[in-house]
């Protein structure tokens, strides 16, 4: 069982310092970890010439279209300036899940997982769309979701 | 955890499934086989039949995953999967008359016609019914996941 110990200290100029100690790189630990680098984490993308921020958080999966990529949230298509992998490799965390050569998933916006013949895997998104996680991927998702990497 | 699966190993994969599908009907038809000829109180079976029918569900494996998009293990049976699951049965009914597994006899052959059906039946619910505790199984690993990360 790993321990997690926090401490809010104010330092010399008053302003409140949080020191957070685990002793092993548990799950929890890595959950909390996550959320403070999510918190500070934004992607910006355009639609129709504004640009947006966007909160990762909000997006329900990423995909290569005609060489651009795109980040779908439940209600905007937005197109963002970054490759997959550099997106990938920004967000950094277990919760976006590589599920084919071409998409980013949000598994958090994962509502519901059939298993499909050839250990495939349809995973139904909140706002009803499905995606096909490819038997090459799914062995990795499944894993995902069981904890093994973390 | 980005992993890529070659053309060897993709066709290993494909090639362990059909080997594992000639086992699993080689079995059904053998017991079949080995019924006939204990009824008929004969105790020894021929290795050329045996032969003949490990043969044929290897090859009519190939023909299941290569030519009728694996109906057996299918999500659902629609045009290409019922006309193989038909055409499939159809060979097996003629190898067993025409390589006389069990002496030409009429009322056998029939009885052994029932049965390939069965079995193809069977090995479809039994795939579905697989299919449905692993549904259950992912669900869990989403909720699970979700409730770590949140």
Not at chain 1, 58 to 66: F, G, K, R, S
Request: charged letters at 25%.
């Amino acid at each position: 069982m790993s321990r997690i110990n926090y401490k809010v200290i104010k330092n010399t100029e008053g302003i409140n310092e949080l020191c957070f100690n685990y002793s092993e790189n548990s799950a929890e630990a890595q959950a909390i970890l996550d959320f403070i680098n999510g918190r500070q984490l934004k992607l910006v993308g355009r639609l129709d010439g504004a640009e947006f921020v966007i909160n990762p958080d909000d997006i329900l999966y990423i995909e290569i279209v005609d060489d651009k990529t795109f980040a779908y949230t439940k209600s905007r298509v937005l197109q963002l300036n970054m490759g997959l992998r550099e997106v990938e490799e920004y967000l950094n965390s277990v919760k976006y899940f590589r599920c084919s050569k071409s998409m980013i998933v949000n598994i958090d916006k994962v509502e519901t997982l059939k298993s499909l013949s050839s250990n495939r895997i349809d995973a139904v998104l909140e706002n009803g769309e499905h995606i096909i996680i490819s038997r090459t991927y799914a062995s990795d998702f499944r894993k995902v979701i069981r904890g093994d990497y973390e | 955890m980005n992993k890529k699966i070659n053309l060897w190993e993709r066709y290993l994969t494909k090639e362990i499934g059909i080997e594992f599908k000639a086992c699993l009907y080689f079995f059904a038809i053998l017991f079949f086989y080995c019924c006939y000829l204990l009824i008929n109180k004969i105790y020894s079976a021929s290795i050329l039949i045996m032969a003949e029918m490990i043969l044929s569900t290897y090859v009519i494996g190939y023909i299941q995953v290569w030519v009728f998009n694996n109906f057996d293990e299918a999500d659902e049976v629609k045009g290409r999967e019922l006309s193989g699951f038909i055409i499939c049965s159809i060979i097996y009914i003629l190898e067993a008359h025409f390589l006389g597994w069990f002496d030409k006899n009429l009322l056998a052959l029939l009885i052994f016609a029932i049965y390939v059906v069965v079995l193809y039946v069977c090995v479809f619910f039994v795939y579905k019914c697989r299919r449905k505790i692993d549904d259950k199984l992912l669900n869990d690993n989403l909720a699970n996941f979700k409730a770590r990360i949140k």
